[in-house]
Nanobody, 112 residues
Framework: EVQLQASGGGLVQSGGSLRLSCTASGFDFSNYVMGWFRQAPGKGREFVAA????????YYAESVKGRFTISRSVAENTLSLQMNSLKPEDTGRYYCRIGQYWGQGTQVTVSS
């Protein structure tokens, strides 16, 4: 059974940091593009960051460039998102995606 388990969300003040993790099980994801998306209340799901099969191929939404860093560990079957200098507009539910699979999401709330 394919499972993506996201964790690391929480409540943080503006300017703070959080680190999200997504652990995959049930398949070999080493050949997949992996990414993070988020959805704020009342809005659609939007792209945040992605990392290709080559760990040096990384892509970011303009709104998070310079603040967020995506990384992957094939050995640990884990995708991570380090989020620094968080802003209230970063609030939302964050979802990991690997290929066509989605995790259940983890809530991030940034207070002003």
């Amino acid at each position: 059974e394919v499972q993506l388990q996201a964790s690391g969300g929480g409540l943080v003040q503006s300017g703070g940091s959080l680190r999200l993790s997504c652990t995959a099980s049930g398949f070999d994801f080493s050949n997949y593009v992996m990414g993070w998306f988020r959805q704020a209340p009342g809005k659609g799901r939007e792209f945040v960051a992605a990392v290709g099969r080559n760990i040096y191929d990384k892509y970011y939404a303009e709104s998070v460039k310079g603040r967020f860093t995506i990384s992957r560990s094939v050995a640990e079957n884990t995708l991570s998102l380090q989020m620094n200098s968080l802003k209230p507009e970063d609030t939302g539910r964050y979802y990991c995606r690997i290929g066509q699979y989605w995790g259940q999401g983890t809530q991030v709330t940034v207070s002003s």
